[in-house]
Nanobody
């Protein structure tokens, strides 16, 4: 599996963005897809994860109520809808795939290149 993240950009506080993660190559129904983010000088942080079927998902408390994860199986693409963005959401956002619906980044074996989200106040 190869992953390509896109959709980042510069926005103002309160705006919305939708990130996309396109998966190519071999994909399996058992794959779990996750979004992580890493702000400058900080450790990588779990944001959200979803099963390939879309039936199960989990989201970090820090973004709950503002971010939503979804998947389009026909397009092999996972989305992260981010609403009411805050300056503290500024980070590089990475998508990843693994076997478990987990918040531990070590459980994800394939990573995309990341897309930068900058939220100005």
């Amino acid at each position: 599996v190869q992953l390509q993240a896109s959709g980042g950009g510069l926005v103002q506080a309160g705006d919305s963005l939708r990130l996309s993660c396109a998966a190519s190559g071999r994909t399996f129904s058992s794959v779990r897809m996750g979004w992580f983010r890493q702000a400058p000088g900080k450790e990588r942080e779990f944001v959200a994860a979803i099963s390939w079927s879309g039936s199960t998902s989990t989201i970090a408390d820090s973004v709950k109520g503002r971010f939503t994860i979804s998947i389009d199986n026909a397009k092999n693409t996972v989305f992260l809808q981010m609403n009411s963005l805050k300056p503290e959401d500024t980070a590089i956002y990475f998508c990843a795939s693994g076997k478990f619906l987990a918040s531990n980044s070590r459980l994800y074996s394939v990573w995309g290149q990341g897309t930068l989200v900058t939220v100005s106040s």
